[in-house]
Antibody
């Protein structure tokens, strides 16, 4: 069974840093692009970042320069290093798997999602 | 940058048909992906590519498009179809992912 499990969510002060992790299982992790998507309480989905199978990365304008996405294919893990956190970064953070194998272009069809981890930025 | 605009909340009687739309310039280039998010749960992909359904998605859920508008149709709505529905595509650069604001579907 394909599965994603996020961890690392916490309450952090404005300006602080946090690292989220996502453990993947049940599929060949290094064949797929992986994404982070977030959802503020009571709000819609907001795409955050992607890392392709060949380590190409893209970021939403709202997080570029503050967040860094990375992956460790040996550990089947995805990460999101968040710094200079703001109140507006408060959200549930999901990792998600691109449905396409070895895609060279950005995808937006995510067939597997984790259950999410909550990040609260507050003093 | 690009935007995807979705319908306000809609309601549908049990067993009836409802269609919701997603509008955006990127949809002239991309087929929309659609996600279903039930209350308190993670999103689920229900339509991708040229109107494909992932395994396990019932065939009463279908996709279509015309010009800059993508549509999701639920034919014979069931109680379990009550959810927020989000469309997705890419921005004008083709590199970044964008989501619509979502449409809440209530099954009466």
């Amino acid at each position: 069974e394909m599965q994603l499990v996020e961890s690392g969510g916490a309450v952090v002060q404005p300006g602080g840093s946090l690292r989220l992790s996502c453990a993947a299982s049940g599929f060949k992790f290094d064949d797929y692009a992986m994404h982070w998507v977030r959802q503020a309480p009571g709000k819609g989905l907001e795409w955050v970042s992607l890392i392709s199978w060949d380590d190409t990365v893209y970021y939403a304008d709202s997080v570029r320069g503050r967040f860094i996405i990375s992956r460790d294919n040996r550990r089947n893990s995805l990460f999101l290093q968040m710094s200079s956190l703001r109140a507006e970064d408060t959200a549930f953070y999901y990792c998600a798997k691109d449905i396409r194998v070895g895609a060279s272009t950005s995808g937006y069809a995510f067939d597997i999602w984790g259950q999410g981890t909550m990040v609260t930025v507050s003093s | 940058s690009s935007e995807l605009t979705q319908d306000p909340p809609v309601s549908v009687a049990l067993g009836q048909t409802v269609s919701i739309t997603c509008q955006g310039d990127s949809l002239r280039r991309d087929y929309a992906a659609w996600y279903q998010q039930r209350a308190g749960q993670a999103p689920i992909l229900v339509i991708y590519g040229k109107y494909n359904r992932p395994s396990g998605i019932p065939d009463r859920i279908s996709g279509s498009s015309s010009g800059n508008t993508a549509s999701l149709t639920i034919t014979g709505a069931q109680a379990e179809d009550e959810a927020d529905y989000y469309c997705a595509s890419r921005d004008s650069s083709g590199k970044l992912v964008i989501f619509g604001g979502g449409t809440k579907v209530t099954v009466l």
